[in-house]
């Protein structure tokens, strides 16, 4: 199900295609999601949704890029990029977002300049 990979400077979690969590998944590094997680994941470092991953319930991590789907919430501290094969539909919540043509989204979302609230 979940593994851990190395590559030289490289350190990230992946569920594969074919695997299935239910429940929460907490991450201290990157991590790749193939499978599907139907539950919460709260990661310190980046979220990647390969083409054939799918994510039903809420994200919290640092930056994320979507190229499969995401049915709930997403909060991104930084960067979230929705690539075109991306489909998400829930609530946005991000710093900067990048979309390509033909991602989908359905839904709200949020952009805040953390720095600038911190700076008041």
Known sequence: MAQQQQNPGTLYNALTAGSKIIGTVIADSD???DGQLEGDLQCS???VIGEKGL???TVSCQNAEIMGKLDGKIDVRQTLAMRAS???KGEIKTQTLIVEPNAKF???CSMNNVENKAAK
Do not use: A, E, P
């Open 31 to 33: 991590i790749r999601i």
């Open 45 to 47: 470092g980046k979220v």
């Open 55 to 57: 994510i039903k319930g």
């Open 86 to 88: 991306s489909d998400l």
């Open 106 to 108: 359905n839904g709200t």
